[in-house]
């Protein structure tokens, strides 16, 4: 029994590393090609493993079409960010989700998705729903729950908490996300979304204030 348990750890690590040999492949390919252009055959390519292999970790190109978004948003936004200790300023908290999630939005990934994603709601709206489930609704879920231990602690007072978390992220997607979606002009420098994070959480704090 021993023996097996010996033989069977040494495989587990390199089946993590495949997977997200996988994700990284499929999150470049489907930017790159799209999703209709994109095919398990070129991510398996891509991964450098068999498309067998492919289909061991994920059943379908949705499913891993899915399982990239999601593991992309963790590697950029981890959910333990929107842990709010007792000790933390809640400004301190808000700037960290804040900064973290403008990356995203504002990334060259984020920004290519977004539009791939518009492309796609009229062709293939069942996908884009899961999409939004997987990105957009899952930082929303995690904001609220921060919110709501923001009330909690006192550091705050809100009535709605999922209602605040839609006025928080709000406050970063709006015309000027627009505009850089749109191609219009280019994504704020680094010190710019600094900047902007400072204004919007000290408007967002004054109108939450307990």
């Known amino acids: 029994m021993s023996d097996l348990r010996h033989t069977a750890t040494p495989g587990r690590p390199k089946d993590m590393a495949k997977r997200q040999s996988i994700l990284d492949a499929a999150k470049c390919l489907f930017l790159e090609l799209g999703y209709e252009g994109s095919s398990m055959d070129s991510i398996a390519l891509a991964a450098g493993v068999s498309k067998l292999t492919v289909y061991n970790h994920f059943n379908d190109k949705e499913t891993l079409f899915i399982a990239a978004v999601e593991n992309h948003c963790e590697n950029q936004l981890p959910a333990l960010d929107f842990d709010l200790k007792p000790d933390m300023a809640i400004e301190i908290a808000l700037k960290r989700i804040a900064l973290r999630f403008q990356s995203i939005i504002y990334s060259k990934e984020g920004l290519e998705l977004h539009r791939l994603m518009c492309s796609m709601t009229q062709h293939n709206p069942k996908?884009?729903?899961?999409?939004?489930?997987?990105?957009?609704?899952?930082?929303?879920?995690?904001?609220?729950?921060?919110?709501?231990?923001?009330?909690?602690?006192?550091?705050?007072?809100?009535?709605?908490?999922?209602?605040a978390a839609e006025h928080f992220l709000s406050l970063f997607c709006g015309h000027r996300h627009?505009?850089?979606?749109?191609?219009?002009?280019?994504?704020?420098?680094?010190?710019?979304?600094?900047?902007?994070?400072?204004?919007?959480?000290a408007f967002f704090v004054r109108a939450y204030r307990c």
Do not use: C, W, Y
């Open 127 to 163: 996908l884009v729903h899961k999409f939004f489930a997987a990105g957009p609704t899952r930082v929303l879920s995690h904001m609220t729950r921060l919110l709501e231990q923001a009330h909690a602690q006192r550091k705050l007072s809100i009535a709605n908490s999922l209602q």
């Open 178 to 201: 627009m505009r850089v979606l749109f191609d219009i002009e280019a994504a704020p420098s680094e010190q710019q979304q600094q900047r902007l994070a400072q204004d919007n959480i």
